[in-house]
Every structure is written in structure tokens, then in C-alpha cells.
């Protein structure tokens, strides 16, 4: 069982940034693949972020180049720094885990935080 929980959500000006974390419950976190999801209003759940258990990254193409996720097993969490950010990075984030390997899908991750609000103003 994993607890997650998400904080550094916020309001900032378009171009601006900031960082999300993801305190996780557990002795086992190291084992678990983490990833960062985002809903907008009236848009379903979409993958931004992954990180493996061997630390490599995975990104929607939309957020190449600035968005950086990393992890520190020995801390048990999981960040996600968001630079460059636009009024359509606008939505609730959410920390997620699964066992294994990463992997994109929504449905495929066991364990959800409850979200932190993000939002960009133009």
C-alpha cells in the first residue's frame, strides 16, 4: 500500500515556474514506476511524466523541454519541476505509482495522490 501526497501547486504568470512534489508513504518505494497526470476541466485525465525505478524520464511531447521529473528514493518522493509554463498547462495534478515498469495509461497505476491545482494566467 502507497500513500501519496501532492503540494507546490499554485498560480503563476505565463513563463514563470513551478515545482511539484510527491511525498510518498512506504518502504517500498524505490520499486515503483511514478507518474505525474493532469486534468483539465471538462478534459479527461492525460499522462504528462514518468519516471522508471532506474530514474529514466518519460514526457508528453507538450512538455519537452520544459518540464523535468526526478525522484529521490532515499526522501521517497518524486518532483516535477515546470518551467516556461503556458495558461494551457493549466489543470490539476496528480502523483501516481504503479509496480513494474512505466507506463503511460491512466488505468494502469494502482496508486493516486489527491491532486494539487496548477494554474497559469496569461
Known amino acids: 500500500q502507497v500513500q501519496l501526497v501532492e503540494s507546490g501547486g499554485g498560480l503563476v504568470q505565463a513563463g514563470g515556474s513551478l515545482r511539484l512534489s510527491c511525498a510518498a508513504s512506504?518502504?517500498?518505494?524505490?520499486?515503483?514506476?511514478m507518474g505525474w497526470f493532469r486534468q483539465a476541466p471538462g478534459k479527461e485525465r492525460e499522462f504528462v511524466a514518468s519516471i522508471t525505478r532506474g530514474s529514466r524520464p518519460y514526457y508528453i511531447d507538450s512538455v519537452k523541454g520544459r518540464f523535468t521529473i526526478s525522484r529521490d528514493n532515499a526522501k521517497n518522493t518524486v518532483d516535477l519541476q515546470m518551467d516556461s509554463l503556458k495558461p494551457e498547462d493549466t489543470a490539476i495534478y496528480y502523483c501516481?505509482?504503479?509496480?513494474?515498469?512505466?507506463?503511460?495509461?491512466?488505468?494502469?497505476?494502482?496508486?493516486w495522490g489527491q491532486g494539487t491545482q496548477v494554474t497559469v494566467s496569461s
Open positions: 512506504g518502504r517500498t518505494f524505490s520499486s515503483y514506476a
Open positions: 501516481a505509482a504503479r509496480s513494474g515498469v512505466v507506463m503511460f495509461d491512466t488505468s494502469t497505476y494502482d496508486y
